[in-house]
């Protein structure tokens, strides 16, 4: 049987780091505050929407919801991004995505402020993280990979990791991190030939490749850590990730569940993008 990978402990682990921090903040009336942005209804942004709140309220963090209809204009979307990054009392941004089809995603991710970018979706904050600004938010789910990893002591140097996925949002943010930690990278895709081979050969993978029990036990070998960043339905609709759990779970070291693995430390890793962000902003009003 696998080592559980849960996040719960991580996504903890985290909060409490934070805990001094908020207090010193709200000592001087201080009270961080992220603005969630949503477009329609989809129950998925919604699950995570709730999560969110959930989270900040327990801590005392603010969530300033932005609900607005899925066939929102694109200059409607921009314009009130505009007003969000003019708003002093939100520190950072949330916005839900894909968009819906037919706007501009590049172009609304770049209306907003990098310093108010706490989940890593603008050209400046991508940029950034691929020239090791520290300045920059990360995407939080890819942040929190690597969180889940080191909570659980899990080395990274010198390991061979395999990302399975090349997205903005996870697959090569990620890569670009585990490089920063002096991992040797290898990125594979659909079009990756003797994928399963490259798999077995890894310390680490983390797969976010977006298909539901896509990696089985043929990927796998004894001593490896698996890491499923996946969100997928299987053919009972039920909630899964890119790992055949069942299939592999007595296979490999340690695995992370879907659910109750990396998505429980990616709310932790936005509140402390927000929080850093708020003791940033008030710090240069002050100046």
Do not use: W
């Amino acid at each position: 049987m696998a080592y559980l990978l849960k996040g719960a402990p991580a996504g903890k682990a985290i909060a409490q780091q934070l805990e001094e921090r908020i207090e010193k903040l709200a000592s001087k009336g201080i009270v961080p505050a992220a603005a969630i942005v949503r477009l329609g209804e989809n129950p998925d942004d919604i699950s995570y929407e709730k999560s969110v709140v959930k989270k900040f309220e327990k801590h005392g963090l603010k969530t300033v919801l932005v609900t607005m209809p899925s066939d929102t204009k694109e200059e409607e979307l921009i314009a009130k991004l505009t007003e969000i990054n003019d708003d002093e009392k939100i520190n950072g941004v949330l916005m839900m995505r894909p968009l819906p089809k037919g706007l501009d995603e590049k172009r609304i991710c770049d209306t907003l402020l990098a310093a108010k970018d706490a989940d890593g979706i603008t050209s400046k904050s991508m940029a950034g993280l691929y020239a090791g600004d520290e300045n920059v938010f990360a995407p939080c789910t890819a942040e929190a990979c690597l969180e889940l990893l080191k909570f659980n002591n899990i080395e990274l140097k010198g390991k061979n990791v395999v990302v399975l996925g090349r997205s903005l949002v996870i697959g090569k943010p990620v890569s670009m991190m585990l490089m920063k930690e002096n991992a040797t990278v290898t990125i594979c895709h659909s079009k990756t030939k003797n994928i399963e081979e490259i798999c077995k050969n890894a310390d680490i993978i983390i797969s976010a490749i977006g298909r539901a029990k896509y990696l089985n036990k043929s990927f796998t070998s004894s001593n490896q850590v698996i890491i499923d960043v996946g969100i997928n339905y299987d053919e009972n609709n039920k909630l899964c990730g890119d790992v055949d759990f069942e299939n592999v779970e007595g296979c490999v070291n340690a695995v992370s569940p879907v659910p109750g693995g990396v998505g429980s430390v990616t709310t932790s890793v936005l509140m402390r993008h927000i929080v850093i962000s708020c003791e940033r902003m008030n710090c240069q009003n002050k100046g």
